[in-house]
């Protein structure tokens, strides 16, 4: 079993619909998770950042963590055309060098 | 610049001769991280290296894998002997701290895009 599962499937939704994105993990020690935004040939950028369980809500994006479960989510809200990007889960333990990575989402925005 | 950057951002090599990758990180940065992305895949953690400490190779796939760091700043991995199934975007980062540290935030360089024929 992987570290991080993301099911990589491609998602396509139309403009101002909600996004819904998840991920699993196996490492109850993980306690830093991230969401990345990358879009195409360029590098990941850090989109959301929650520590521990909770949610926590940045402009139309939403990031939670349930640590019960082993499962984060990432929602966007009202999604534009300019979300159109890869979506890659991230989470790192304390005092861990590495973060480790889901194989990310494709996700379109149709206008 | 204010980011991480990459050189060069795209290379075509011939199966076999080595290549080099350049990183340099944000200004500041104590922490520098390779990563590697596959088509279809995640990212693949290579090496970390945190200041003057060792650094962590734990994830170099083989050999002919290998990366330094010069002055605490600017880092080149070289892959030696190329192959097929080398092709990827190389990915580095750069963060005020380790991972493990609450709020640090890694940033990404844009990646240097290796195609091996």
């Known amino acids: 079993q992987k570290e991080v599962e993301q099911d990589p499937g491609p998602l396509s939704v139309p403009e101002g619909a909600i996004v819904s994105l998840n991920c699993t993990y196996s490492?109850?020690?993980?306690?830093?998770f991230m969401w990345y935004r990358q879009y195409s040939r360029k590098g990941p950028e850090l989109l959301m950042y929650?520590?521990?369980?909770g949610n926590k809500e940045d402009g139309r994006f939403t990031a939670q963590v349930d640590k019960s479960s082993k499962y984060i989510s990432l929602f966007i809200r009202d999604s534009q055309p300019s979300d159109s990007a890869t979506y890659l889960c991230?989470?790192?333990?304390?005092?861990?060098?590495?973060?480790?990575f889901g194989k990310g989402n494709q996700v379109v925005v149709i206008p | 610049g204010a980011g991480v950057s990459q050189s060069p951002s795209n290379k075509v090599t011939e199966k076999g001769k080595d290549v080099e990758l350049r990183c340099d990180p944000i200004s500041g940065h104590t922490a520098l991280y390779w990563y590697r992305q596959s088509l279809g895949q995640g990212l693949e953690f290579l090496i970390y290296?945190?200041?003057?400490?060792?650094?962590?190779k734990s994830g170099l796939p083989s050999d002919r894998f290998s990366a330094e760091r010069t002055g605490g700043s600017v880092s080149t991995l070289t892959i030696q002997r190329t192959q097929q199934e080398d092709s990827a975007v190389y990915l580095c980062?750069?963060?005020?701290?380790?991972?493990?540290?609450?709020?640090?935030?890694?940033?990404f360089g844009e990646g240097s895009w290796l195609t091996v024929v």
């Open positions: 980062a750069s963060s005020l701290d380790q991972p493990g540290v609450a709020g640090n935030t890694i940033y």
């Open positions: 290296f945190q200041g003057n400490s060792a650094p962590d």
């Open positions: 929650t520590y521990s369980s």
């Open positions: 991230a989470m790192s333990a304390r005092g861990n060098n590495r973060l480790a």
């Open positions: 490492n109850s020690a993980f306690q830093y």
